[in-house]
């Protein structure tokens, strides 16, 4: 299960994820399809939608990825990472 946010994630596996807009009227404009590599710290930035895909940060922008990826392919990051 996927923690409420604000959450950090380390992945352990490289995910797919839709990058999302720059603005939030922009938000759920997709703007292409990215790998986020292994090793990646991802913050949770949403909740999970009924689609199955949660909003996340990574590298200052806004990501979509379904959230049984992260769950099977990330751990929670300790506080303070």
């Not at 999302?20 to 009227?25: A, D, I």
């Not at 930035?45 to 200052?60: A, M, N, S």
């Amino acid at each position: 299960m996927v923690a409420p946010h604000p959450a950090m994630y380390l992945l352990e596996a490289p995910v797919s994820a839709v990058k999302l807009g720059e603005t939030m009227s922009s938000r759920r404009e997709s703007c292409g399809i990215t790998t986020i590599p292994a090793g990646s710290a991802i913050q949770v930035d949403g909740h999970c939608t009924f689609t199955g895909l949660i909003d996340v940060l990574w590298d200052g922008k806004a990501y979509a990825l379904f959230s049984v990826d992260l769950e099977s392919r990330a751990t929670m990051a300790a506080s303070g990472e």
